[in-house]
């Protein structure tokens, strides 16, 4: 599976992103990718009263732009797309849920979900982030195959819960998404570090698009999208702003690592 990673730099104007979306899943397609995955709130960054207006139902019916332009690119380039996080409608309007939305190459919705750990800090230089005063949490592990390979989604600050990815492992999933949109503060010190350890203690690829540069109410996010393989090894990852990273996964030399070093059989639970 020749997958890619889309690292964006989002701002407040929805019309704008989408169009970025466009542009860099119409790259990453035009290079040979079959599965783009765009990161944590790729439509829109902004104040919380706009995202709840542009939270969006997933039924398919009568889809909002977010869902509609998901759709089209998928349906235009033949590729399968995720959606890393976007506004879904909850029952609490005030608060819509943080939604990964994986669209096939025919534009259907093939498997959503919804973030489960949300991101409620005071990080070491002051910062306070209150994720859950604006969102509602989900409850569900998800996966979905792509290829013949299943996939495990989950987003951002998921990646400090091993336990969430024990359950994507045991649903059969061979590589885990992660969009993001980490804080420069922690993604200095632990982005790295983590997406490694969930690669290596599962044996599993890892596939994490992420948000760069600055953005409205101050935010500011850590970049580097990239691609870890079973090994704990990054074999893909963005530079300085938006753009792309590409790589082949390779389910033959995931098999070979976990025959040489079968950790996994070995567990005790």
Known sequence: MRAAVVQLNTQDDLDHNLERV?????????????FVTLPENFAYMGEEARKRELAEHLDGAFPGPVLATLSEIATKHGVWVLGGGMPERSEDLARPFNTSVLVDPRGA?????????????????????????????????????????????????????P????RLLDQGARVFTVPSAFTVTTGKDHWHALLRARAIENQVYVLAPAQHGKHPRGRST????????PWGEVIAQCSEGEGIAMATLDFGHQDRIRTALPALLHRTW
């Open 109 to 161: 919705i093939a498997a959503a979900y919804r973030k489960v750990h949300l991101f409620d800090v005071t990080l070491p230089d002051g910062t306070t982030h209150r994720e859950s005063a604006a969102t509602s949490p989900g409850s569900e592990a998800v996966t979905a195959e792509i290829f013949g390979a299943r996939v495990g989604l989950s987003i951002c600050y998921d990646l400090r819960f």
């Open 222 to 229: 850590y970049g580097k999208a990239l691609i870890v393989d």
């Open 22 to 34: 466009r542009h860099w899943v119409a790259r990453a397609a035009a290079e040979g990718a079959q």
């Open 163 to 166: 336990e969430l990815y024990r």
